[in-house]
């Protein structure tokens, strides 16, 4: 008895001690909070171990090299698990911290936080998940994709195929395989779309995630349906699987492109490296590979601080979607100081800086976005990366495609909401 | 609309029986688990996903062959049964299902964060020295990873089989899963079979771990094979090794046959619960699935 | 609770199932209510008050799982599910129909009512962990089943955005508010379990948990009851289904997943089967432990690990810390939290002269 009420006494104690440290944080003056918050132990925590890292790297050199005239960014981060109500329970933390803008993270954590994010006027960035709806900014002001959408994505990989197969579609066959979960079937009204104006025949492949075994899926595109070409829509373990399976099956991988969280170095790895992957095509919104200024002054940081690299920075994928994210938003702030002459800008003030993002590039590895009020995608710029060698080569420039197409659907799917 | 194909649907057959060999290999950890102890086992997954982890991770960090890092993974997760059971089971026998099942839900977790712990959160790759080229049989191909999990399924059937029918442990532990007042009291020392049975679990998940490991590659989401189980054993029988074969099998060719000829007409994945309204057809028949034993129950 | 018996004078099973044992008590446990109802919204932070709103949640998903586990011995992985029909049913009325709060509450846990005397039909024959399988099947049919049927959940990205809920033409949008407009419910489904397992169905239920052979031996029709208690169950389960979807503005099926069905199964295991004070327990406990291990570990943490290693280990001590957590309970005290409190206080019952 007396041992459980000591143990309990224990545990009052650290609470209360943790409670004091959280609160005593938000003192100092000229900072700005960003409110990160990650998944670093739940289904997607192979892109959450790389990607916020690097979203920390960027902001820390951002403060290194005072990017933002007089402010410092505090960028506490809370984990959420993958979960909603964690996200929202973070999202009030990050609130009460004063947090302007926030990486939001996965797509189920956005729809919670949509309405919250309006009505406190914090910026909330989902570069390739989220709302593929919240492109438009009129419908939903606080929230930015910034990067391209699974509808613009889908277009995208339509439109590689297209000039992959000749130039024509007609009378083509296209397999697409897909996650069973909403951001898996996001694209197909768009694809479906396509397919009616480009006259190829859809044919779509769900795998129930987590997608444990998709073999039988696999055995129907190679040996029944004998697409043209393959769009691949999945996540965690399955790209892996994916490849392995069209190469046992002798289906060109060439003839294959993985939307973007099917595209990084960790899917190659677990497909049995490299070699095996030969001639896979990645789609990404941010430069693959380690060969951007950036990276290096990162590299730079971390040597005179006399700290070893992290471990995600190989995955550059990923490290490189986290800098992206983190860049973009740490740009709209600079923009925001500008608009408010030195003053601590809003999260009104942020959104209108956000909106002002043209001609930011990175050295190459953010695309040529220019972010308006109007279109908060940017332009849904995507860019092809093939397995070649050891590496990722670039395939394409970057480019967008059937934007048309993917503002009908756009509007059509803010009918629905 | 995908019409019959005989070709096709043997292709899909054959694939099927593969990869339910490969689920019955996880099911039989989870049966032994409950034939020995009455305990069900909701961290079967997280099991698996361990081994894999101890696998790929003396690969990656230590540089180990493969045979070497499967020999860790096999010692490291016998080690690991005989632990938990001493640690967390051991306190709870005696207490009611349900206790044991949570005990279980703990432990899930303390292996999902333990494991990323101790060897960091990548996706890694096993590599088994077999070939990567599948065997070809006419219009059937056969993945040599897959055929070395069905192997060792098939192997572990008639091993558990001999070793539960004949062999003097075997037999005990048997007697230890009736009744364990019985058992004490014919001089069975009961404790000690019970962490047998955890110690053969951790052997059995350690090989489950490693191939299927080598076919999905090592991360968190291995765990989630651990889901694919329950309509394994719950048709098989929960305490019948051949059950779980049987049930593997099963499972695995329905889905196979589902994804090629349910998916196409309802526009969505099936794989995931067709296995399960199957199940519960069988269990309105056979409320202790196919081959489970029949408890008498009195007042 | 803050006031002694001096000893046993019931004369009448009446006098001993009454749900106060001393007149006075009635007054002070509303008195009491009433006070923390009232203060709190005034004594705490909008964060803090999130936190609150997320338990109260988690309160009623706890008591109804706990009538089926902990009163009728049923056990389910199916509650997250049965939260989703609940959501679903309300979001649809709310956006198609423009219905209010007080029937879309009530319609939500009506139509997981329905849903779950369905799931419970195999407990006819179906006992034990098979069934729990059997609901865990359940749970991934109602996923399935919202992901692809669109009139359901609204198109492709399965999520129907609702307005919160309004009161004479007011939507309630603080936080303080929502506290009041949830702590309502809460207290409903805190006397209505209260009253419910006193009663004659209560009280087969428990026959069943006990011995459902000598249950049946003794005239109760098992399967009947064995359904009730699966309807009830999902009925609460519904409506803080709608609730949570009312709370954060939006029905989406993916945030009621299995692992939340395995949650609520932690909040009653922990809390205590068949304790009404130990499902409020166990939706607090199991709400708030990740929470407050992330404060003492962001405290104390740095202590342990370098700085670029904290963000990436203490997630994962966070996992570690909550398993051990629960198997710790349930190997120190098997009956539960509420167990627990009971011992503390019949430790200071007694004090300072317990022997």
């Known amino acids: 008895m007396t041992r459980i009420l000591k143990t309990a006494l224990a545990l009052t104690v650290g609470a209360a001690t943790g409670l004091g440290l959280a609160g005593s944080a938000a003192a100092q003056q000229k900072k700005i909070v960003i409110g990160v918050t990650c998944d670093r132990t739940g289904p997607t925590q192979i892109v959450g171990t790389v990607l916020c890292p690097a979203e920390h790297d960027y902001f820390d050199f951002a403060n290194a090299n005072h990017l933002l005239d007089g402010y410092t960014i505090d960028h506490p981060e809370i984990e959420t698990g993958y979960k909603v109500p964690p996200a929202v329970e973070a999202y009030q933390r990050q609130k009460q911290e004063g947090a302007i803008m926030m990486p939001i993270y996965g797509t189920p954590q956005t729809h919670a936080l949509n309405e919250r994010l309006e009505a406190d006027k914090i910026v909330g960035t989902t570069p390739g998940f989220g709302i593929a709806a919240s492109a438009d900014g009129k419908k939903y002001p606080y929230l930015f994709p910034i990067a391209a959408s699974y509808f613009s994505q889908g277009a995208a990989a339509v439109k590689f195929a297209k000039d992959q197969l000749g130039g024509s579609l007609k009378g083509k066959k296209i397999a697409y395989i897909y996650f069973d979960n909403p951001a898996g079937t996001e694209p197909i009204p768009v694809i479906k779309d396509l397919a009616a104006q480009e006259g190829f025949e859809l044919r779509t492949f769900a795998v129930p995630p987590p997608g444990i075994d998709l073999s039988a899926q696999m055995l129907d595109i190679t040996q029944r349906f004998h697409p043209d070409f393959v769009i691949s829509h999945l996540f965690g373990s399955s790209p892996a699987q994916s490849i392995k399976a069209f190469k046992a099956n002798g289906y060109p991988l060439s003839k294959v492109v993985g939307l973007v969280w099917a595209s990084s170095e960790a899917d190659i790895k677990a497909a049995g490296g490299w070699g095996v992957a030969q001639g896979y095509n990645t789609m990404q919104f941010a430069g693959a590979g380690d060969d951007y200024p950036v990276r290096q002054s990162i590299k730079a940081m971390y040597k005179k601080e006399g700290k070893s690299l992290p471990a995600g920075m190989d995955t550059t994928v990923y490290y490189n979607r986290g800098l992206f994210n983190a860049a973009i938003e740490v740009q709209a702030l600079s923009n925001a100081l500008k608009l408010t002459n030195g003053k601590p800008p809003t999260g009104t003030d942020v959104k209108q800086g956000m909106e002002q993002i043209h001609g930011f590039t990175l050295g190459g590895l953010v695309p040529p976005l220019q972010i308006t009020a109007a279109d908060h995608e940017g332009g849904g710029w995507v860019r092809i990366f093939q397995v070649k060698g050891n590496g990722f080569v670039p395939a394409t420039g970057w480019f967008n495609a059937y934007r048309d197409v993917v503002w009908q659907q756009v509007k059509a799917a803010e009918q629905t909401q | 609309m995908p019409e019959f194909e005989w070709q096709f649907t043997l292709v899909l ?22 034939k020995a102890t009455d305990a069900i086992n909701f961290a079967q997954g997280e099991f698996v996903m361990f081994a894999g982890f101890i696998c790929a991770g003396a690969a990656a960090l230590a540089g180990f062959p493969f045979w070497l890092s499967a020999l860790l993974a096999i010692a490291g997760m016998i080690a690991l049964g005989f632990g938990l059971e001493r640690i967390v089971l051991r306190p709870l026998i005696g207490r009611p299902v349900i206790a044991v099942v949570m005990a279980t839900i703990g432990l899930a977790q303390v292996l999902r964060g333990g494991a990323v712990l101790a060897f960091g959160a990548g996706t890694r790759a096993i590599e088994m020295p077999v070939g990567g080229t599948p065997l070809t049989f006419g219009p059937v191909m056969l993945s040599q990873v897959q055929l070395v999990g069905a192997g060792v399924s098939l192997v572990f059937l008639a091993a558990f089989s001999w070793f539960f029918l004949k062999s003097r442990v075997g037999v005990a532990m048997r007697a230890v899963a009736d009744s364990q007042q019985v058992a004490m009291a014919m001089g069975i020392n009961v404790r000690r079979y019970f962490a047998l049975a955890w110690a053969m679990a951790g052997f059995v998940s350690a090989l489950g771990g490693i191939v299927w490991g080598a076919m999905l590659g090592v991360d968190n989401q291995l765990a989630q094979v651990g889901l694919k189980v329950f309509p394994v054993v719950i048709l098989g029988g929960l305490d019948s090794v051949l059950g779980a074969v049987v049930g593997g099998l099963i499972i ?43 408890r008498i129950e009195r007042v | 609770m803050f006031h002694r018996e001096a000893g046993v004078f019931k004369t009448s099973y009446a006098a001993d199932m009454a749900l106060y044992p001393l007149p006075i008590a009635k007054w002070t446990v509303a008195a009491f209510a009433g006070l923390f109802i009232a203060v709190v919204p005034l004594a705490f932070g909008e964060y803090a008050l999130s936190l609150i709103n997320l338990c109260l949640i988690a309160v009623v998903g ?116 929502i506290y009041l407009f949830l702590m309502f419910f809460v207290v409903l489904a805190i006397v209505g379990t209260l009253n419910l397992v006193r009663s004659r169905i209560g009280r087969a239920f428990i026959a069943i948990r006990d011995q459902d052979i000598a249950a049946e031996i003794i005239g109760i029709n098992i399967f009947r009851y064995k359904l009730y208690a699966f309807a009830i169950s999902s009925f609460y389960a519904g409506i803080a289904g709608v609730l949570e979807s009312y709370y954060l503005g939006i029905a989406n099926y993916e945030q009621f997943q299995l692992d939340v069905s395995i949650d609520y199964l932690a909040m009653v295991i922990i809390g205590g089967l068949g304790s009404i004070l130990g499902s409020i327990f166990g939706a607090i406990f199991v709400t708030l432990l990740p929470i407050v291990t992330r404060w003492v570990l962001d405290g104390v943490g740095g202590l342990f690990f370098t700085e670029a290693n904290l963000d990436n280990s203490v997630p994962h001590l966070r996992l570690v810390i909550f398993g051990s957590l629960i198997i710790f309970f349930l190997v120190v005290e098997p009956d539960g939290l509420a167990r627990l409190w009971r011992n503390i206080r019949s430790y200071f019952r007694a004090w300072p002269f317990s022997y």
Not at chain 2, 255 to 272: C, R
Not at chain 3, 120 to 144: C, D, M, N
Not at chain 3, 168 to 174: D, E, K, L, R, Y
């Open chain 2, 13 to 34: 057959l054959t694939n099927g029986i593969m990869i339910g060999l490969m689920y019955a290999l996880i099911a039989i950890g989870f049966v032994l688990i409950y």
């Open chain 2, 252 to 294: 695995g060719i329905v889905e196979s046959l589902a994804a090629g000829y349910i998916d196409p007409f309802v526009g969505g994945g099936t794989k995931d619960f067709t296995p399960y309204v199957l199940m519960i057809a069988v269990l309105m028949v056979r409320p202790e699935g196919m081959f489970g034993r029949r």
């Open chain 3, 62 to 177: 706890a008591l109804g799982l706990n009538i089926l586990l902990g009163y009728t011995g049923q056990i389910s992985i199916g509650q997250g599910a049965f939260m989703s029909v609940g959501a679903y049913t309300a979001a649809n009325l709310i956006v198609h129909l423009g219905m209010p709060f007080w029937i879309t509450i009530p319609a939500g846990g009506l139509m997981a009512a329905l849903i779950g005397l369905l799931v419970g039909i195999p407990s006819l024959r179906i006992k034990g962990i098979y069934l729990a399988i059997a609901t865990l099947a359940a749970q991934l049919i109602i996923e399935w089943t919202i992901n692809h049927v669109t009139w359901i959940s609204g198109g492709v990205q399965a999520s129907i955005e609702i307005p919160r809920p309004s009161l004479f033409g007011h939507p309630i949008t603080s936080e303080a508010g």
